[in-house]
């Protein structure tokens, strides 16, 4: 039998305008990465407000949102590590990735914060499909025994602290967490942005704020050394295959974030992977949850995010072929950018007076807080920065703070 010749077929016309609508998809997930204090959600929810006045063919207002969402999450890395960074003295307090920019690897911290992101983007698009069917089919089970799985993480999160001591501050720090989400997050107050909501406050003031408050006194952004990555490139495609995985789960059970995934993800790699570890693995969740919430999509018909929800309002037709070439091509632009951007980001932040910047920075939060949830938001921002304090001082992780989702939902499910 003679072999048959296939005949690929590109279309021209489309293939360059997918390009430009990724393009400025992607340009708009930059900005809206490098402003302090955006909350994902609250960005997803701007574009769900403004995505029916976008002129142009639904599919490739769709392809724009898509790679914005894609780009936004390999951009917001940058100001999460070059701002609030503290004094070298409580680097034991400090994120992960602050505590790489004080030892000088911010550079290498940005490279892997950008990998890690890339990696789960290619993993993410062959494992979407299996992932999505096993998680659907568990996903009834875990519905309804919701409340024990969830308790189940808080107690793991507890007993990942190195000592009894920790343990209690960890226990400490979720139960207020929990009480701040319990009275707070049924709240609607009014807001001047119609994507109003009490997340940006909440997240602002738990996770921001207290960084910001340690930096005003610390030493700033010290001068970075050399870009080379030193963790190891077999760890750290495990570290990002691995984040993918994590990703999906992040999309279907509510309460868990990137950042308690990221942590289980260290606890299940065979020796760990330290700062460099949780900063691919974080990364990389983040980045995937987007692709798994485009297949969730098309598998149950169920928007899983805000941003789908903004896809669906701007009546996107389910390309998927298009779309998946859009989040690859999107997650090129995400790497180049962050790497490029984050560089400039840490220099000209190094040569900033810190305490300025800092208190510029808080400044914005208390806005930004205003803008989304009105006088109300203000003063949850300031409520909840006192709280975010907490495991600071005690010395724990900051993942313990998720208990403002967490809790809520043991309460109700």
């Not at 949102?65 to 307090?93: I, Q």
């Not at 089970?141 to 920790?166: D, K, Y």
């Not at 009014?190 to 602002?204: H, N």
Request: proline residues 6%; neutral net charge.
């Amino acid at each position: 039998m003679d072999a048959q010749s296939v005949e690929v077929v590109v279309d021209l016309e489309l293939t360059l305008l997918v390009f430009a609508w990724v393009l400025a998809g992607a340009a708009l997930g930059s900005v809206s990465g490098l402003i302090p204090g955006l909350h994902a959600n609250n960005f997803a929810l701007l574009l769900a407000g403004v995505a029916p006045s976008i002129p142009g063919p639904p599919l490739f207002v769709g392809v724009a949102m898509l790679s914005a969402s894609v780009v936004h999450t390999f951009v917001n890395a940058v100001p999460a590590m070059a701002l609030g960074v503290p004094d070298a003295e409580t680097a034991v307090t400090a994120l992960p990735g602050h505590r790489l920019v004080l030892e000088g690897r911010g550079y290498e911290a940005i490279r892997l914060s950008a990998l890690g992101s890339l990696l789960a983007v290619v993993a993410a698009v062959p494992l979407a499909v299996p992932l999505t069917w096993g998680v659907t089919a568990v996903y009834p089970t875990v519905r309804s025994n919701l409340s024990l799985v969830l308790a189940a993480v808080v107690v793991g999160l507890v007993l990942s602290e190195p000592s009894w001591r920790r343990r209690g501050g960890g226990l400490c720090s979720f139960g207020l967490a929990a009480t701040l989400g319990a009275v707070t997050l049924d709240l609607s107050p009014d807001a001047p942005l119609e994507a109003g909501g009490v997340l940006a406050p909440i997240f602002a003031g738990l996770f921001g704020a207290p960084v910001l408050i340690d930096a005003i006194r610390g030493g700033g952004v010290p001068p970075q050394n050399d870009a080379a990555v030193t963790m190891s490139k077999p760890l750290v495609g495990l570290t990002a295959a691995a984040g993918a995985v994590a990703g999906a789960v992040v999309g279907y059970v509510p309460g868990i974030s990137a950042a308690i995934a990221a942590v289980a993800v260290l606890l299940a790699i065979p020796g760990g992977s330290g700062d460099r570890g949780y900063v691919v693995a974080t990364s990389g969740v983040d980045t995937a949850n987007t692709i798994f919430a485009l297949v969730a999509l098309v598998a149950i018909g169920q928007p899983r995010t805000g941003v789908m929800v903004a896809f669906e309002n701007a009546n996107a037709p389910l390309n998927i072929p298009v779309l998946v070439g859009s989040v690859l091509l999107a997650g090129l632009f995400g790497f180049v950018l962050t790497i490029a951007v984050g560089d400039y980001y840490l220099e000209v932040v190094g040569q900033l007076r810190y305490w300025r910047l800092s208190l510029a920075i808080l400044a914005l939060l208390v806005v930004l807080s205003f803008l989304f949830a009105g006088i109300a938001g203000v003063v949850i921002f300031a409520v909840a920065a006192a709280i975010g304090m907490v495991p600071i001082r005690l010395r724990v992780r900051r993942v313990h703070l998720m208990g403002v989702l967490i809790g809520p939902l043991l309460l109700t499910v």
